[in-house]
């Protein structure tokens, strides 16, 4: 099995909601991640966990919080969003490097709207 | 930043092969080069990697100059379904520096057409 999974697949939001994403991983792999891809634009890093712990953050506004609760889980929960931060959100997965070079596999996003 | 170069668009006829560049005139002597694609609303997807030596997988075959200052993934019979935003990703070897994201650019745009 080399899928990761992310639900919900579309998400509405208003700005004083309070939503989570939900990233599943069954491959054993030890690094998880989260991209945003806002339209026509690549993927930007936002967070990495390694082993269960946070090891990047990439200056992501406090209105988002990641959470690794077990080695196939992944959260990231929403609060106080903005309009901007509507964007396509994806989860990725890796082994955790010992040596060499690994892909990420990731998953399909959950396309997120802020209103 | 992104440290490679890749062309805005390209388009190429199906069942053609599709010659995707990349310039990575930085590149260290630990650094990968990672091709990666993403099709429509979807998530990317993993191509093919390589440090010097040429590589070839199921999917596409990526040619590295000697200099190892550029690259070029080569998708041997294109399909439509090959359409797609094509990624060219420099990546530090991971026994140096532990996991390191990927770090995306702009891509290029191939459009396969009937």
């Given amino acids: 099995d080399t899928e990761v999974t992310q639900?919900?697949?579309?998400?509405?939001?208003?700005?004083?909601?309070?939503?989570?994403?939900?990233?599943?991983?069954?491959?054993?792999?030890?690094?998880?991640?989260?991209?945003?891809?806002?339209?026509?634009?690549?993927p930007e890093l936002m967070f990495v966990y390694s082993y269960e712990k946070l090891s990047i953050n990439e200056s992501v506004p406090s209105?988002?919080?990641?959470?690794?609760?077990?080695?196939?889980l992944l959260n990231l929960h929403l609060h106080a969003l903005q309009p901007e931060d509507s964007a396509l959100y994806l989860c990725a997965s890796s082994q955790e490097a010992a040596g060499?070079?690994?892909?990420?596999?990731?998953?399909?996003?959950?396309?997120?709207?802020?209103? | 930043d992104a440290k490679t170069t890749q062309p805005t668009s390209m388009d190429c006829a199906e069942g053609r092969a599709a010659n995707l560049p990349c310039n990575h005139s930085t590149i260290s002597g630990n650094e990968y080069v990672y091709w990666y694609r993403q099709i429509?609303?979807?998530g990317p997807q993993y191509i093919i990697h390589g440090l010097k030596n040429n590589e070839t997988n199921e999917m596409a075959?990526?040619?590295?100059?000697?200099?190892r200052k550029s690259s070029t993934?080569?998708?041997?019979?294109a399909t439509l379904r090959d359409t797609a935003v094509y990624y060219c990703i420099v990546r530090v070897d991971l026994f140096i520096s532990g996991n390191t994201p990927l770090v995306f650019g702009k891509g290029t745009r191939l459009s396969v057409i009937a």
């Fill in chain 1, 100 to 115: 060499g070079s690994y892909e990420q596999y990731f998953g399909p996003g959950t396309r997120l709207t802020v209103t």
């Fill in chain 1, 63 to 72: 209105r988002f919080s990641p959470e690794c609760p077990n080695s196939s």
């Fill in chain 2, 61 to 67: 075959s990526l040619i590295i100059t000697e200099d």
């Fill in chain 2, 40 to 42: 429509h609303s979807q």
């Fill in chain 1, 7 to 42: 639900t919900p697949k579309h998400l509405v939001m208003g700005m004083t909601n309070k939503k989570s994403l939900k990233c599943e991983q069954h491959m054993g792999h030890r690094a998880m991640y989260w991209y945003k891809q806002k339209a026509k634009k690549p």
């Fill in chain 2, 73 to 77: 993934l080569i998708l041997p019979h």
